[in-house]
Nanobody
Framework: QVQLVESGGGLVQVGASLRLSCAFSGRTSGRTFSEYAMGWFRQAPGKEREFVAAISRSSDNTEYADSVKGRFTISRDNAKKTVALQMNSLKPEDTAVYYC????????????????????WGQGTQLTVFS
């Protein structure tokens, strides 16, 4: 098991930008960040959790939900063991708790939007976008 800690959420106006970050620790498991594909998911009040973005181990592949495509960018720094979500042109419908998730993969390029593939999750960080 690994530990994931999200940060960077907050209260912002429509059209603003914000960057979420997720720090990985595999200290208790001996696993390394580079073994994992990473994803961001979100859950708005009264709604089910939904996929936002994912990035492969090698960073060669990324995938985005249609609702955020062109506005959000996922990136990772394997040396710093972090994954980030840069969010631009924020809308009220982006309001949600954002979760970082890790999917241990043999493939350097595989990614998935299926939450069931992700074995480890952070506690989440709240983003509220107001108009």
């Amino acid at each position: 098991q690994v530990q994931l800690v999200e940060s960077g959420g907050g209260l912002v106006q429509v059209g603003a930008s914000l960057r979420l970050s997720c720090a990985f620790s595999g200290r208790t498991s001996g696993r390394t960040f580079s073994e994992y594909a990473m994803g961001w998911f979100r859950q708005a009040p009264g709604k089910e959790r939904e996929f936002v973005a994912a990035i492969s181990r090698s960073s060669d592949n990324t995938e985005y939900a249609d609702s955020v495509k062109g506005r959000f960018t996922i990136s990772r720094d394997n040396a710093k063991k972090t994954v980030a979500l840069q969010m631009n042109s924020l809308k009220p419908e982006d309001t949600a708790v954002y979760y970082c998730a890790a999917d241990r993969e043999w493939s350097y390029t595989y990614i998935t939007s299926n939450a069931h593939h992700y074995s480890d999750w952070g506690q989440g960080t709240q983003l509220t976008v107001f108009s």
